[in-house]
């Protein structure tokens, strides 16, 4: 039995459609992550999760029970927001104390004691007194963080807790929160909308695009072997040509892109349908091979040169160890896979 | 839960208005406009009318005559007690108006302060100032009294425009009084037309003054209602004439808030405006006969209630405590028909449940109004916002003769409810605003913290606003402390609160009393303020 369950969650605001029919399930102590653009819909799932949002249609199950008519108070999940609406009228103790204090109910040596064990292990011991204005963004979003997990919730709830954090400090606090969470083996929903950090933080990371989840996967296959176009652009840099299927054989299927034909691998549809054909610029091997491209100019990235080609008029970017210019020839070093358009 | 607020409201409000409506429309238990229409050919109901319009339209030009150069002082230069002055600004909203009556009385009537230094500075024989029981009284204490609204409004406006605008049209080659002309004054007249909107309300729908400075000759709508509601006792006309009134109100109130959307400006963009330092160069001693007069005009009346507090009542040498040892004294007073020392038991008892009602009733119609966004039901929650206190007075007074409310009669009740009334809009408009300027994330967070709705309210929000609701609470105590409109109506032998006290007095001209009482009068209500700020900053430093 999962410990969260979505069903088919919709909600609609106006003509808006937020989150159209999107399930999945989160396993106990497994770190689900949901990424998308802004505007996806991934916040609004969350909110549904916590309750804070009602669904126009679909369920939230629980360790297997259907709370979707219960209120945030009552569901046992614990929210870190976005900004991580600390309470300013409290101090870093109060806050830290809130859900044992107005949740659970706690006598106050149990409270105190747990908060202490709560702020040793985000790395914040004897910050109780402090007030909320009085801390940095990482110190913030660390009491926010133990706020959420004082009251032992069954699910913890992530929206982009990362998101106000400069560059350098996200990426530290990242690790150091996939560490925690794995530590204490919690069952967690994380909303980013990083890929980088998607795939660096969740065991499986939920792609969601206008409101629908596209794809659920652990990160490499869903950085290898995407479902849909969205998917494969959206993590990673990806060639995406649109092509026609001419002739199919076993595994395998010939596809005319812009008058080459080129052979491709995946779940092919008829011939004559129209498709993709998805590579990643590294499966490119420049040097010796059927296809030729003509540079347009190359950027240093520091460990490589990234490429702007044309392969007959359709844009081709590609890595490589120097400049590069002129015609190139080049090969794939796995055949590309096919995409539905 | 919202029902809670407009139930009260169906009692206090709406039924009691109603009784005014079928006081005015209903003749031998018929609904006719007979009497309307019989008003509106009546000479001293159209005379009424036509003055007050007048008085009003008057009253809002001298207001802004002298509070643009006050709101141009503020936003555009620096000088010592600026602060200050910017705090006085505040004043209308603490001074109550019958002091301001006492003080133009003491100051520039024709034995006041003013006439007698310059009968003695230059010899003359009769007063060189005779502005006092005339529309120009009127008119002048209107304009000492709203001239900081055009003040403030005008400095928030200009300190908030940007100054790239005025240095660009200096490169491009305008002079400065040209740049005021082209620039900034397009820019700062929508503040300028609000503010006249405002003030033009405020005028016409004034009591105090009009009432201790005019008299009957010189009387508005406002008081012509109380006249006839009380002096001569004919509660028919007296209905008639509060619900002409009140459509009149009606309409200045919805062209105000329809004008409020359009006269709204800008906020705040760029850099903050530089300020010069006064009289850094020649040409601002154009600025000393301003200062002159308006230390006269805002300052003189103010001074003389508190001089004249202190002023032995026959001739005598050196100030005296005697005005305040008779108010502190238990003994009755024949001009109010009571003791002082009860008025002012009576004001304190007043204020303190008026304070605590209007919040109870503003955070309740607050917190119905978050919850649901209906037009119709803020019309309604907010109603009584649009009715003046002495048509609202009037209605109280025709309800408590009956129940329900009548059951209420024996106490102070009726001028408790009256001044909940008018007081807890204003107690809306302070905490609403930061109520939705809270983070509707902090009451989730308590939320998915177990939390429950109301204990999310009580342990998040009201710790949060606690600050608004303490200034608001300290404003309604001090409106109500100052309030004589509706206590003129409803009041009867034994209930005058410090106010009526005061006018009592100033009409049998015992202005030694009037002025103990007013010094004391204007020292709680800008004590209640400024405590109540001084201390809600205090309690609550480094909170949002």
Redesign the interface.
């Known amino acids: 039995m999962a410990k969260l369950e979505a069903r088919g969650l919709t909600k609609r605001f106006g003509e808006v459609v937020a989150a159209q029919d999107v399930s999945f399930r989160v396993e106990e102590g497994e770190l689900l992550a949901l990424l998308g653009p802004s505007g996806c819909g991934k916040t609004t799932v969350l909110r549904m999760l916590a309750g804070l949002t009602p669904p126009d249609r679909g369920r939230v199950l629980i360790a297997g029970e259907d709370v979707t008519p219960l209120p945030p108070e009552a569901r046992g999940v614990g929210l870190v927001f976005q900004n991580y609406a600390l309470f300013p009228h409290l101090t870093v103790f109060g806050n830290v104390a809130y859900g044992l204090r107005f949740g659970r109910r706690l006598p106050r040596r149990e409270r105190s004691r747990n908060v202490r064990k709560l702020l040793e292990l985000v790395g914040l011991s004897g910050y109780e007194r402090r007030r909320i204005h009085e801390l940095s963004q990482g110190e913030a979003q660390r009491v926010a963080l133990a706020r959420a997990l004082a009251p032992q919730p069954r699910v913890l709830l992530l929206d982009e807790p990362l998101s106000a954090l400069d560059a350098a400090l996200r990426v530290e606090l990242r690790g150091e929160l996939r560490e925690l969470l794995k530590r204490l083996s919690i069952t967690a929903v994380h909303v980013t909308h990083d890929q980088e950090e998607a795939m660096a933080i969740a065991d499986r990371v939920g792609v969601m695009r206008e409101g629908r989840l596209e794809q659920v996967d652990r990160p490499p296959e869903l950085y290898e072997r995407p479902r849909t176009p969205f998917v494969a652009s959206f993590l990673g840099r990806a060639n995406l040509w649109p092509g026609v299927i001419v002739s199919l054989s076993s595994g395998e299927a010939l596809v005319e892109v812009a008058g080459v034909r080129i052979p491709a691998k995946g779940e092919a549809p008829a011939p004559g349908e129209e498709v993709y054909v998805f590579f990643r610029p590294e499966h490119v091997v420049i040097g010796e091979g059927p296809y030729e491209a003509e540079v347009r100019h190359a950027e240093f990235l520091g460990d490589r040169w990234q490429v702007h080609a044309r392969f007959h008029r359709l844009p081709l970017l590609l890595f490589a160890h120097r400049a590069l210019g002129g015609k190139v020839q080049f090969r794939f070093r796995e055949p590309p896979r096919l995409l539905r358009r | 839960m919202a029902l809670l607020p407009l139930l009260f409201l169906a009692l206090s409000f709406f039924l009691p208005l109603w009784q005014v409506l079928s006081q005015g429309l209903k003749a031998e238990g018929r609904w006719t406009a007979a009497r309307l229409a019989q008003l509106l050919s009546d000479p001293y109901v159209l005379h009424l009318l036509r003055f007050t319009l007048k008085q009003a339209l008057l009253s809002s030009l001298f207001s802004l005559a002298l509070g643009f150069p006050l709101g141009w002082l503020l936003a555009r230069y620096d000088f010592p007690g600026k602060e200050a002055a910017r705090a006085f600004t505040l004043v209308p909203f603490v001074l109550p108006p019958i002091t301001v009556a006492l003080g133009f009385i003491l100051f520039f009537g024709n034995s006041g302060y003013l006439n007698r230094f310059l009968i003695g500075l230059f010899g003359l024989s009769s007063p060189p100032i005779k502005v006092l029981y005339s529309l120009w009284g009127i008119v002048l204490a209107h304009a000492f009294y709203n001239a900081p609204v055009f003040a403030r409004f005008v400095s928030a406006a200009w300190e908030g425009l940007d100054p790239g605008l005025t240095e660009a049209a200096r490169t491009l080659g305008a002079r400065p009084f040209s740049v005021f002309l082209t620039v900034t004054l397009p820019q700062i007249l929508p503040a300028i037309l609000s503010a006249f909107a405002l003030v033009f309300v405020f005028c016409f729908l004034s009591f105090a003054i009009p009432l201790a400075l005019g008299g009957a000759r010189y009387a508005t709508l406002e008081v012509g209602v109380y006249l006839y509601a009380r002096v001569y006792l004919d509660q028919g006309q007296a209905a008639a004439l509060a619900i002409l009134e009140l459509v009149i109100a009606l309409g200045l109130t919805y062209l105000y808030i329809r004008g409020g959307g359009i006269f709204t400006s800008r906020g705040q963009v760029g850099r903050p405006q530089a300020t010069v330092k006064l009289f850094s160069r020649p040409r601002q001693l154009f600025w000393l006969p301003y200062l002159f007069l308006s230390v006269l005009v805002f300052l003189g009346p103010i001074g003389a209630v508190i001089a004249d507090s202190f002023t032995r009542p026959w001739q005598g040498q050196g100030p005296t405590l005697a005005w305040y040892g008779m108010l502190f004294s238990p003994a009755q007073s024949p001009f109010i028909g009571g003791s002082p020392l009860a008025s002012m038991a009576l004001s304190l008892e007043v204020a303190g449940m008026t304070a605590f009602l209007a919040l109870g009733l503003g955070i309740l119609v607050c917190w119905a109004l978050r919850r649901m966004r209906s037009v119709l039901l803020e019309a309604l929650l907010m109603a009584p916002l649009a009715v003046s206190s002495v048509v609202l007075g009037l209605a109280l007074l025709f309800a408590f003769r009956r129940p329900p409310l009548s059951a209420l009669a024996s106490g102070p009740w009726s001028i408790v409810l009256a001044h909940t009334l008018i007081v807890y809009p204003l107690v809306v408009r302070v905490i609403r605003p930061l109520w939705q300027g809270l ?1 509707p ?2 009451v ?10 109301f ?2 309210f009580l ?2 929000e009201l ?2 606003l606690s600050r608004g609701i303490l200034v608001a609470g300290a404003f309604a105590f001090a409106l109500s402390m100052g309030e004589m409109t509706a206590v003129a109506m409803l009041s009867r032998p034994g209930l005058v609160t410090i106010p009526l006290a005061i006018y009592h007095f100033l009409s049998a001209r015992r202005f030694g009393a009037a002025s103990a009482m007013a010094t004391i009068l204007i020292l709680t209500t800008a004590g209640a303020v400024f405590l109540w700020e001084y201390m809600g900053r205090r309690l ?1 430093r ?3």
Not at chain 2, 444 to 453: I, N, S, V, Y
């Open positions: 983070d994330a902090l989730e967070a308590a939320r998915t913290l177990g939390a429950g709705g204990l999310a342990t998040v710790p949060l609550l480094g909170q949002a």
